[in-house]
């Protein structure tokens, strides 16, 4: 177990907020959306972390999620179902995106060999926390994935429902780790409509993303783990392929309770968030200066984890990107897959369809004057790309016949 688990440390949680309105909803509840059918947001005591926590102490801490104990929910350290959640490595790939200043936060590197593992780990040890015994919820894989681990590694039942088109690994590895998934011949927000209905029958407690309030506080160690490994200073740029948002979101907040301890300055990255041309939803309500963002209809991209159609935290995925300076960025599948191969082949690094997205966005960005090759930049690759389909390999080699050498 990390050593970040094994002592019990002070918690911070003041309350959670409704993120339109700024209502305030009592900590140590469950809780779905804000009454205005908004996410909520987890408030801290910062000035008491302030006091608590120097930068220096965290970090004489283990790299590990954990090491973010004061900033992160969950009351009681013995409801934490880890399963190993690392600081994920920045790589660079100098070559494919032709520059030396362009990092990989592989987040294929996380437990269930993706990103979701950060905001599951949290959500279900709050679900245990506030005794909840049954989870929906619908996914494009891997979320699901993330939610059968940790919900079966700690006793909590799950039904899971994903389009039926759903990478087959993921579908398979969430059965395998317990979950009830079913296959559904519909796009994930309605699989969602579905989990919710059940939900209002009190089936089950709803966990979809942004629904519940607490993947986002996992999701967020991203930006304080981004921090810490660039010696407090953010990149200038992060490309983050975006479905629901809720990475990007994350991130926002943590950069904010960054400030507000004094870790960081009031410097903020661009933030490029990044979509398929296939499923745009929120470059379309970016472009079109709205606040909202309409439903995507026939939705389509290889990159299965962004093929998003409506998310419902569209504002706050909005509002960061232009208050950032940045933009939202939509790339062809075509693209993408010219991105993963050439990262692949010469950088050696394999990306998933969602990671190659980012890449893809990069240079695009680059080429339109967006960014500038000296820019530290981060891309976000949120899945290991080994759970995706690759080319055919088909070549053959005879043992017993003659081997011609020069052909090898
Ligand atoms: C879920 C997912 C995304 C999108 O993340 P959000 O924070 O929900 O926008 C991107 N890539 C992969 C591989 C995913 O699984």
Known sequence: MSPNLTTDRPTFVTHLECSLTGERYAADELHNLSAAGKPLLVRYDLAAVRG???????????????????????????????????????????????????????????????????GLVMAVAMAKELGVTRIAMPTNGNAGAALAAYASRVGIETIVLCPDDTPEVNVREIALQGGRVYRVNGLIDECGAIVAKGAAEGRWFDFSTLKEPYRIEGKKTMGLELAAQLGWKLPDAIFYPTGGGTGLIGMWKAFAEMEALGWIGSDRPKMFAVQASGCAPIVRAF?????????????????????VPKAIGDFLILRAVRESGGRALAVGDPAIVQAVTDCARRDGLLLCPEGGATLAAYRQA???????????????????????????????????????????
């Open 287 to 307: 472009e079109a200066g709205e606040e909202h963002a309409e439903r995507w209809e026939d939705a389509h991209t290889i990159a299965a984890g962004i093929r």
């Open 52 to 118: 608590f926590l120097p930068r220096a102490m965290v970090e004489a801490r283990a790299t590990d999620l954990w090491r973010w104990r004061e900033l992160l929910p969950v009351r009681r350290t013995g409801n934490i179902v880890s399963l190993g959640e690392i600081e994920t490595p920045l790589v660079p790939i100098a070559k494919s995106a032709g520059s030396p200043n362009v990092l990989v936060k592989d987040e294929g590197r996380l437990p269930t060999g993706s990103f979701k593992a950060r």
């Open 366 to 408: 680059l080429a339109d004057g967006l960014v500038d090759e000296d820019d530290r930049v981060v891309l976000f690759n949120c899945a290991t790309g080994l759970k995706y389909p690759m080319p055919a390999a088909t070549a053959t080699l005879d043992k017993n016949a003659p081997i011609d050498w020069d052909a090898l």
